[in-house]
Nanobody
Framework: QVQLVESGGGLVQAGGSLRLSCAAS??????????MGWFRQAPRKEREFVAA???????YYADSVKGRFTISRDNAKNTVSLQMNSLKPGDTAVYYC???????????????WGQGTQVTVSS
C-alpha cells in the first residue's frame, strides 16, 4: 500500500517562506519512476495544480506560483519538496502531494494522493 504524507505546513505572514515535504512509503514503492506533483485547494474552490516534477527531473509550475515556488525530489530518500517563497494570502490552501505512475506525464493522471497539509498566509 502506497502512502504519501505531507508535512511543513503552517501559518506564515505574507512575504514569508515555507517548505513542504512529502514522504512516500510502501512495501516496494519508489518515487524514482513516478511523476510527483503538488496541488492545492482553497476554501470553496476546486483543487488546482501547483507544481510537478517528472521522473527525469523536469519541472512545471502554475503561472500563479512561477518564480516563487520550487519543486524538487530526492529519490534516495523517497521524498519530494516544495519550497514556497514570497507567500501571498492567495496561497492559503490545503496542499496535497500526488504521485503518477506515468512518470513522464507531469499533467497526470495522478494515482496516489496524500491527506494534505494546511498553509495559511496572513496579510
Amino acid at each position: 500500500q502506497v502512502q504519501l504524507v505531507e508535512s511543513g505546513g503552517g501559518l506564515v505572514q505574507a512575504g514569508g517562506s515555507l517548505r513542504l515535504s512529502c514522504a512516500a512509503s510502501g512495501r516496494t514503492f519508489s518515487i524514482s519512476s513516478y511523476a510527483m506533483g503538488w496541488f492545492r485547494q482553497a476554501p470553496r474552490k476546486e483543487r488546482e495544480f501547483v507544481a510537478a516534477i517528472n521522473w527525469r527531473g523536469s519541472t512545471y509550475y502554475a503561472d500563479s506560483v512561477k518564480g516563487r515556488f520550487t519543486i524538487s525530489r530526492d529519490n534516495a530518500k523517497n521524498t519530494v519538496s516544495l519550497q514556497m517563497n514570497s507567500l501571498k494570502p492567495g496561497d492559503t490552501a490545503v496542499y496535497y502531494c500526488a504521485a503518477g505512475v506515468s512518470g513522464s506525464r507531469w499533467y497526470g493522471p495522478y494515482d496516489y494522493w496524500g491527506q494534505g497539509t494546511q498553509v495559511t498566509v496572513s496579510s
